[in-house]
């Protein structure tokens, strides 16, 4: 396969993919207001406040680490801080991590597994999906997929001592950012250095960069983790141990988009690996595979025996980086079976699978009809106060600490601001220690459930005026007298 070339029709599905993935990622990208966890990471992400402040931010109000919101910091510092452009960031990183991610297969194996990896990765809408979040989750696969890579390169290549000094320091930089994005990066490292040692005992080959980079990952690890779990707010609580149902699909009806789909690359999955540890003999450079099943191994091993020692962490869109192993092992296996109509007729299901999937969601359907509207309605419930006598409003989310309700009247400030609404957000401990008897109020109902019936002490239980809007219960509220 050394001689492998790519043809005209390949590069036809490589623009057909990649301009696929940009389309269904773009279009409406800001259709829906930001969510609560969004939120929160731009208001963080301020340009107009110093990196100090940005860091109290981040650790009065995040569980996850600040790496994303500095990145975001810097970008909203360059192309400006608007409510519209935060989420492209997002879309750019995704988009990078899938083209890095279609190179390793190149790297892997000169044939056409790459495409296929592609195509599979553009229509993914697990990945399509987290492209529109303001959140770390792109960035957590962008550098997953560029730690890969450049491992690979490393492990790969036989170049010259100058070009391999400069990967092995690029290397290290990539590691401590992918570090930093997610403690659960973790275990991606955790796998390079268990195939690094399989490798040795295997093939008596000695990674001699890669055992430095160890010894400098670590020690960065326990100084930088043992600050971020002091400072860290205490983890979800809301994340629960998986049931026996999950070990029927692994997430996969979540990466997937249904159970039947899910459920089908599941089983090919498990099929080609079946069929890899059968081989009695397998090519050295096919071997570079077992990287990727010991991640997809360790990516769910670890958080589930880590919730059953200690306490439920895994979750859906923490691994996300479980789809780069996914994704590798499907598409490089399938082009390894010898049997040409077996090969095509995975292909083909693989691929119509994943598209004919995307008809039925919203991320085609918003082409044919108008997309549902499903995270919280902010504008109409600012037109709604702007149109009232009363131009004042608070955030009142109960049980959440005073700066997540200043962070979402920041955001809803800046809406109000691109609305052309003259209507004026007050901190509701403010609220409560002015003179002004009325005000609304905007609790977001999934986040607080029920508890946006129960006010505040200092408040009458009557309410002058109730509405709702989608996941937002809006609220004039009045005084007691006797405060």
């Not at 997309?371 to 919280?376: A, E, M, V």
């Amino acid at each position: 396969m050394s001689n492998y070339k790519i043809t005209l029709t390949s590069y036809l599905i490589i623009f057909v993919s990649i301009l696929f993935a940009i389309v269904t990622r773009v279009y409406n990208i800001n259709y829906d207001h930001l969510w609560f966890d969004e939120i929160i990471s731009f208001w963080v992400a301020d340009p107009s406040v110093s990196i100090e402040e940005s860091f109290k931010r981040h650790w009065s109000t995040e569980a996850g680490p600040i790496l994303y919101n500095l990145i975001l910091k810097i970008y909203f510092n360059i192309f400006g801080y608007d409510v519209n452009l935060g989420r492209y960031l997002s879309f750019i990183l995704n988009i990078l991590g899938i083209i890095i991610t279609a190179f390793i297969c190149l790297k892997i194996k000169k044939n056409n597994s790459f495409i296929l990896c592609l195509v599979l990765l553009t229509s993914n809408i697990f990945l399509i999906i987290y492209s529109q979040e303001l959140r770390a989750y792109s960035l957590i696969f962008f550098l997953s997929a560029l730690y890969l890579y450049v491992f690979l390169e490393i492990i790969i290549k036989k170049t010259n001592t100058k070009k391999r000094v400069f990967f092995f320091t690029f290397f290290i930089f990539v590691q401590i950012l992918m570090l930093l994005s997610h403690p659960f990066c973790l275990i991606i490292f955790f796998s390079s250095v268990l195939f690094s040692l399989i490798k040795f005992f295997k093939f008596n080959e000695n990674l001699k960069e890669f055992n430095y980079s160890i010894i400098i990952t670590l020690i960065f690890s326990f100084f930088y983790f043992s600050s971020y779990f002091k400072n860290s707010i205490i983890y979800p609580e809301w994340i629960v141990q998986p049931d026996l149902k999950f070990y029927t699909n692994f997430y996969f009806s979540k990466f997937f988009g249904s159970r039947l789909i899910g459920l089908v690359h599941l089983g090919i999955l498990i099929g080609l690996i079946f069929n890899y540890f059968k081989k009695k003999e397998k090519e050295k450079d096919l071997f570079i595979i077992s990287l990727f099943l010991i991640l997809l191994f360790l990516s769910y091993f670890l958080p589930i025996l880590f919730g059953y020692l200690i306490k439920p962490i895994i979750f859906p869109r923490y691994i996300i980086f479980v789809l780069i192993p996914i994704m590798i092992i499907l598409s490089i296996l399938i082009y390894e079976i010898k049997n040409e109509f077996l090969k095509k007729l995975l292909i083909v299901i693989l691929v119509f699978g994943n598209i004919g999937n995307l008809y039925t969601e919203s991320i085609i359907q918003q082409f044919i009809k108008e997309r549902p509207n499903y995270k919280s309605d902010f504008s109409s419930a600012l037109k709604a106060i702007g149109k009232s006598e009363n131009k004042y409003y608070t955030i009142d989310i109960p049980s959440y600490n005073s700066q997540h309700e200043i962070a979402i009247g920041n955001y809803t400030k800046i809406l109000a601001k691109n609305l052309n609404l003259k209507i004026n957000f007050i901190n509701k401990k403010n609220f409560i220690d002015s003179k002004k008897e009325e005000i609304w109020t905007i609790c977001l109902i999934v986040i607080t459930k029920d508890k946006c019936s129960k006010v505040h002490a200092v408040f009458d239980s009557n309410y002058l005026e109730n509405r709702d809007f989608t996941n937002i219960s809006l609220k004039k509220i009045k005084k007691l007298q006797t405060y």
